[in-house]
């Protein structure tokens, strides 16, 4: 009878911690799943902000493109 009673409690035991231990990895999964959504989600930001197009209001003015002399062979 007494070897019955450990023996019910120690099983009861063991499949307590594996329930545990088995909460605890789908937690993990579940917290690792929603830091890898978190990672896509910003890098699918930071392309979405790369894409956005940048207008700009004016003429245009090649100034700053106009060579001042024209090239020659350099003195030494």
Do not use: N, R
Not at 20 to 42: R, T
Not at 50 to 56: G, N
């Amino acid at each position: 009878m007494v070897i019955s009673v450990v023996m019910v409690i120690s099983v009861v035991m063991v499949i307590s911690v594996v329930m545990v231990i088995s909460v605890v990895m789908v937690i993990s999964v579940v917290i690792v799943a929603a830091m890898i959504l978190v990672v896509v989600a910003a890098m699918i930001l930071v392309v979405v902000a790369a894409m956005i197009l940048v207008v700009v209001d004016g003429e245009w003015d090649s100034d700053l493109m106009k060579q001042l002399e024209e090239p020659s062979p350099i003195e030494q």
